[in-house]
């Protein structure tokens, strides 16, 4: 069995309901599920704001925790969230890309689209990728290049 990992989940106002169901499946299998927002329609608080928030507390933490993003498609919040050091953020749609996301690429933060999947999916998703962690072998030399790359483009 693995360690259950604490997650931290956000929103625009594009996916609240999506995020709320998907947060209490997490709590219901026993994660910790911290919520970075939005909480209401009201909030027009822009994505890449909530991105900063979720990728801002698992940088603090010490990159121990994974993050879950929601929009409409996913996109803008992957986006969002590779702007940071040490994120590797990947659109998931399917089971596949939700393993490979862990296995491959070390992502530490899914972006799904509440406009593209259902809630359903997204459930099999983040189940698929969260007991998953990076396998040394063929990747490796990818991730590596990535974290080259961000180390180069990231200045203190």
């Known amino acids: 069995m693995h360690e259950k990992r604490d997650l931290i989940i956000g929103c ?3 996916a609240i309901e999506f995020k709320n169901e998907l947060k209490k499946f997490l709590a219901d299998q026993g994660y910790a599920v911290e919520d970075m927002g939005v909480a209401s329609r009201g909030d027009s608080t822009v994505y890449p704001e909530v991105a900063g928030r979720v990728c801002k507390a698992i940088i603090d933490g010490g990159y ?3 993050g879950i993003l929601i929009c409409g498609t996913g996109i803008g919040m992957a986006m969002s969230a590779n702007k940071f050091p040490g994120i590797r953020a ?7 890309s939700a393993e490979r996301a862990a296995l491959s690429n070390d992502a530490n933060v ?5 406009r593209v999947i259902g809630v359903e999916l997204a459930k099999k998703l983040v189940m698929a990728w969260l007991p998953l962690e990076f396998a040394p072998g063929p990747s490796t030399p ?4 990535i974290k080259s790359i961000e180390k ?3 200045r203190d």
């Open 110 to 114: 899914i972006t799904m689209g509440a």
């Open 12 to 14: 625009d106002d594009a």
């Open 90 to 96: 990947a659109q998931v749609h399917d089971v596949f």
């Open 152 to 154: 180069r483009n990231f």
């Open 142 to 145: 990818k991730v590596e290049a």
């Open 64 to 66: 121990r925790k994974r």
